[in-house]
Nanobody, 127 residues
């Protein structure tokens, strides 16, 4: 089973940029489609971005499209989320998720489609 560890979350001002990383251990990341989800205080966890196992396909929620970019480096077993033009409403705990043996080229946006989750990293955007 793969283990996921997120990092990079911190307190930033509105308009700033931030890069989150998710490092996988235990399995080759190329066997997994990956996703980023987030959970704001008092709200349910929601989909943010996803990437296929070799990075050929990406998908974004409407709320982050055009500002966030998901990428992966399978050689380094790492998935990243570059977040630009951050807004206070982006404040949340961000979770990395992995889906084993995905269909080639597919991305996934539902929590139930993922097998493994990281512990989360806090992003706080002040106004």
């Amino acid at each position: 089973q793969v283990q996921l560890v997120e990092s990079g979350g911190k307190l930033v001002q509105a308009g700033a940029s931030l890069r989150l990383s998710c490092v996988a251990a235990g399995r080759a990341l190329s066997n997994y489609a990956m996703g980023w989800f987030r959970q704001a205080p008092g709200k349910e966890r929601e989909f943010a971005a996803a990437i296929s196992s070799f990075g050929g396909s990406t998908r974004y929620s409407d709320s982050v499209a055009g500002r966030f970019t998901i990428s992966r480096d399978n050689a380094k077993n790492t998935v990243s989320l570059q977040m630009n033009s951050l807004k206070p409403e982006d404040t949340a705990v961000y979770y990395c998720a992995a889906r084993r043996f995905p269909s080639p080229g597919n991305t996934y946006s539902r929590e139930s489609e993922y097998n493994t989750w990281g512990q989360g990293t806090q992003v706080t955007v002040s106004s």
